[in-house]
C-alpha cells in the first residue's frame, strides 16, 4: 500500500524556509575557506588565523543566549530576515578589504566579532522555526530535507568556492557569502506564518525569560550530557579543521584540494540526510551521539595520511556521522521541549556546545608551533574519541525515543 500523506514540501512556509536557508548555506561554505587562506596570504601565521576565527566564535557564543531570547519574543521570520541584511553587510566589507588590499588581522577580527553576533541572532531563530512550518508528525522528514538543501549548497559552495579561491583569490569567496545573504533575506520575507501568541506576558523583563529558558534546558539530563559531549568535541574537532586544516593543505595537495574535502564532508552529510529520510530508529539520539567517535578520523587522517583520496574518505564517512547525529538532535529537541522556549534552549544549547570552540581554534596553532602539527591533531582526535565514549555511555541519552 503507498503512503499518500503530504510530506514537508507540501506546505509553502516551509520550501520559503528550505530555499532561505540552502542559499545562504552556498556563500557560509565559501566564507570560512576564503578567510582561511586570505589570513594566511596576509601574515602566514596559524596563530593569527586562530584569533580571527576565535574573535568571531565568542561574539557568536557571547550573543547567543540574547538571541535565544530576541527569537522566541519577535515573529523568527522577521528575525531572519534582518540578520541575513546584516550579515550580508559584514561580509561585503570584509570582502572589500580583502580585494583591495586593505585587510589587517585586527579589523577581520573586529568584523567577525560583528558576524559572530549576528550569526547568534539568526542560529536559535532558524532552528526553531521548523516545527512553525510543518506539522508535528513531519519534523524528522522536514529536518532531513533541511539538512539535505544545506549539504547540497555546502557542496556547491565549498567545491566550487575552493576552485574560485585557488583561481582568482579568497576576497571573491567573501564576496560571494555576501550576495548569498541578500538572497536569503529576500527569501526569508517570502515566508508567511501564523500569528503566534507572546511567549512572555507583558513586563517580564529578558533575565526572567533567561531563566525559564534555563529550567527548560537544565531540567532535561540528556539535553545537557551531550551539550557537554559537543563542547569538548567541537573544541577539538574545529581547531584541528578550521586552524591546522588550510597549513596541513598549503604545506601538501594545495589551497583547491582543501576545497574538494570540504565538500567531500558535505558529501557525507547529503548521505546521512538521505539514510534519516528513510530510516527512523527508535533510539535515534543514541545512535547519533555514539557515531560522533567517527569525527576523529578526519582529524588522525590530517596528521597521519594528508593525501587527497584518505581526506576525502576519512572527511566524507566523518560527514555521514555527524548528520545522523544532526537529525536525531533536532527532532528530539523540537519534539521533546515546548515550543514557546524552543529558541531559548536552542540557545543554551549552541552557548554550551560552541563555548570552548574559541579556545580550541586560539590553542592548536601555537601548540603546533611548539609541539608539531602531527601530535596536536592526534591529541585533538583523542579528545573526540573520550568525549563520544563518555556521553554514549548515558542511560538518559538512550532513553530518548523518536515519535
Given at each position: 500500500?503507498?503512503?499518500?500523506?503530504?510530506?514537508?514540501?507540501?506546505?509553502a512556509?516551509?520550501?520559503?524556509?528550505?530555499?532561505?536557508?540552502?542559499?545562504?548555506?552556498?556563500?557560509?561554505?565559501?566564507?570560512?575557506?576564503?578567510?582561511?587562506?586570505?589570513?594566511?596570504?596576509?601574515?602566514?601565521?596559524?596563530?593569527?588565523?586562530?584569533?580571527?576565527?576565535?574573535?568571531?566564535?565568542?561574539?557568536?557564543?557571547?550573543?547567543?543566549?540574547?538571541?535565544?531570547?530576541?527569537?522566541?519574543?519577535?515573529?523568527?521570520n522577521?528575525?531572519?530576515?534582518?540578520?541575513?541584511?546584516?550579515?550580508?553587510?559584514?561580509?561585503?566589507l570584509?570582502?572589500?578589504?580583502?580585494?583591495?588590499?586593505?585587510?589587517?588581522?585586527?579589523?577581520?577580527?573586529?568584523?567577525?566579532?560583528?558576524?559572530?553576533?549576528?550569526a547568534?541572532v539568526?542560529?536559535?531563530?532558524?532552528?526553531?522555526?521548523?516545527?512553525?512550518?510543518?506539522?508535528?508528525?513531519?519534523?524528522?522528514?522536514?529536518n532531513?530535507?533541511?539538512?539535505?538543501?544545506?549539504?547540497?549548497?555546502?557542496?556547491?559552495?565549498?567545491?566550487?568556492?575552493?576552485?574560485?579561491?585557488?583561481?582568482?583569490?579568497?576576497?571573491?569567496?567573501?564576496?560571494?557569502?555576501?550576495?548569498?545573504?541578500?538572497?536569503?533575506?529576500?527569501?526569508?520575507?517570502?515566508?508567511?506564518?501564523?500569528?503566534?501568541?507572546?511567549?512572555?506576558?507583558?513586563?517580564?523583563?529578558?533575565?526572567?525569560?533567561?531563566?525559564?529558558?534555563?529550567?527548560?534546558?537544565?531540567?532535561?539530563?540528556?539535553?545537557?550530557i551531550?551539550?557537554?559531549?559537543?563542547?569538548?568535541?567541537?573544541?577539538?574537532?574545529?581547531?584541528?579543521?578550521?586552524?591546522?586544516?588550510?597549513?596541513?593543505?598549503?604545506?601538501?595537495?594545495?589551497?583547491?584540494?582543501?576545497?574538494?574535502?570540504?565538500?567531500?564532508?558535505?558529501?557525507?552529510?547529503?548521505?546521512?540526510?538521505?539514510?534519516?529520510?528513510?530510516?527512523?530508529?527508535?533510539?535515534?539520539?543514541?545512535?547519533?551521539?555514539?557515531?560522533?567517535?567517527?569525527?576523529?578520523?578526519?582529524?588522525?587522517?590530517?596528521?597521519?595520511a594528508?593525501?587527497?583520496?584518505?581526506?576525502?574518505?576519512?572527511?566524507?564517512?566523518?560527514?555521514?556521522?555527524?548528520?545522523?547525529?544532526?537529525?536525531?538532535?533536532?527532532?528530539?529537541?523540537?519534539?521533546?521541549?515546548?515550543?514557546?522556549?524552543?529558541?531559548?534552549?536552542?540557545?543554551?544549547?549552541?552557548?554550551?556546545?560552541?563555548?570552548?570552540?574559541?579556545?580550541?581554534?586560539?590553542?592548536?596553532?601555537?601548540?603546533?608551533?611548539?609541539?608539531?602539527?602531527?601530535?596536536?591533531?592526534?591529541?585533538?582526535?583523542?579528545?573526540?574519541?573520550?568525549?563520544?565514549?563518555?556521553?554514549?555511555?548515558?542511560?538518559?541519552?538512550?532513553?530518548?525515543?523518536?515519535?
Amino acid at each position: 500500500m503507498t503512503d499518500t500523506s503530504p510530506g514537508p514540501l507540501a506546505f509553502a512556509p516551509f520550501r520559503w524556509l528550505l530555499a532561505a536557508r540552502t542559499t545562504a548555506i552556498v556563500g557560509n561554505a565559501v566564507a570560512p575557506i576564503a578567510l582561511a587562506f586570505a589570513v594566511l596570504d596576509l601574515t602566514g601565521s596559524a596563530a593569527d588565523l586562530g584569533v580571527v576565527v576565535a574573535a568571531r566564535s565568542l561574539a557568536n557564543v557571547g550573543m547567543l543566549l540574547f538571541g535565544g531570547v530576541i527569537a522566541d519574543r519577535l515573529p523568527r521570520n522577521v528575525v531572519l530576515v534582518g540578520a541575513s541584511l546584516a550579515a550580508a553587510a559584514t561580509q561585503g566589507l570584509v570582502a572589500t578589504l580583502v580585494l583591495t588590499g586593505t585587510a589587517a588581522v585586527w579589523s577581520l577580527a573586529l568584523l567577525g566579532i560583528v558576524n559572530g553576533a549576528v550569526a547568534a541572532v539568526s542560529l536559535p531563530a532558524a532552528a526553531a522555526l521548523v516545527p512553525d512550518t510543518v506539522p508535528d508528525a513531519l519534523l524528522r522528514p522536514a529536518n532531513a530535507w533541511l539538512r539535505l538543501g544545506l549539504n547540497a549548497g555546502g557542496i556547491l559552495g565549498a567545491s566550487a568556492g575552493g576552485a574560485a579561491i585557488a583561481l582568482i583569490g579568497p576576497g571573491w569567496g567573501l564576496a560571494i557569502d555576501a550576495a548569498a545573504f541578500a538572497v536569503a533575506a529576500a527569501l526569508f520575507s517570502r515566508l508567511r506564518l501564523p500569528p503566534a501568541p507572546p511567549p512572555s506576558a507583558p513586563g517580564v523583563s529578558v533575565l526572567a525569560d533567561l531563566r525559564h529558558g534555563w529550567r527548560e534546558f537544565s531540567s532535561r539530563r540528556w539535553i545537557w550530557i551531550v551539550v557537554l559531549q559537543f563542547a569538548v568535541l567541537n573544541a577539538a574537532f574545529t581547531g584541528a579543521t578550521t586552524v591546522l586544516g588550510p597549513l596541513v593543505a598549503d604545506e601538501t595537495f594545495g589551497r583547491g584540494g582543501w576545497g574538494l574535502v570540504i565538500a567531500a564532508q558535505t558529501g557525507g552529510f547529503a548521505v546521512g540526510a538521505l539514510l534519516a529520510l528513510r530510516w527512523r530508529p527508535r533510539r535515534a539520539l543514541g545512535i547519533g551521539v555514539a557515531a560522533m567517535a567517527s569525527a576523529a578520523l578526519p582529524v588522525a587522517t590530517l596528521a597521519l595520511a594528508p593525501t587527497l583520496p584518505a581526506l576525502i574518505a576519512a572527511f566524507a564517512l566523518g560527514g555521514f556521522a555527524i548528520e545522523l547525529f544532526a537529525i536525531a538532535w533536532d527532532q528530539s529537541l523540537q519534539a521533546h521541549v515546548p515550543r514557546e522556549a524552543l529558541s531559548r534552549v536552542y540557545s543554551y544549547d549552541m552557548v554550551g556546545s560552541f563555548i570552548a570552540v574559541p579556545l580550541g581554534e586560539v590553542v592548536v596553532g601555537p601548540l603546533a608551533h611548539a609541539a608539531g602539527t602531527v601530535p596536536v591533531l592526534l591529541g585533538c582526535a583523542a579528545v573526540i574519541v573520550l568525549a563520544t565514549a563518555l556521553a554514549a555511555a548515558s542511560r538518559s541519552v538512550w532513553s530518548i525515543r523518536a515519535g
